[in-house]
């Protein structure tokens, strides 16, 4: 939450496993989020793929649990700086 809240994410555990459901900020769309994080260097799927409901089809799911934590932090940081430079 420390790195993704202060960018505009909206973090919220995801049912069944532990991942973390994020929508995006507001006024970024899913496709110009998507490019601006294979810019930054990390990889990502659209929430439309996993999304349970079209209502939070504007977000992405962070599956943490197989990451050492380093790597982890690495990549929250890499995408709070993908929203930042979203077209």
């Known amino acids: 939450k ?6 505009g994410f909206a973090p919220f555990p995801a049912a069944g496993g532990p991942s973390l459901w994020c929508r995006l ?9 998507l490019r601006a994080c294979i810019r930054t260097g990390v ?5 439309v793929d996993y ?7 504007d977000g992405l799911a ?7 934590p380093h790597v982890l932090v690495a990549g929250l940081e890499r995408l709070g700086q993908a929203a930042l430079n979203a077209e």
């Open 2 to 7: 420390e790195i993704l809240e202060p960018v």
């Open 25 to 33: 900020p507001d006024g970024i769309l899913p496709a110009s989020f």
């Open 43 to 47: 990889g990502v799927r659209s929430g």
């Open 51 to 57: 999304a349970p409901n079209e209502a939070t089809a």
């Open 62 to 68: 962070i599956d943490f649990g197989r990451l050492p």
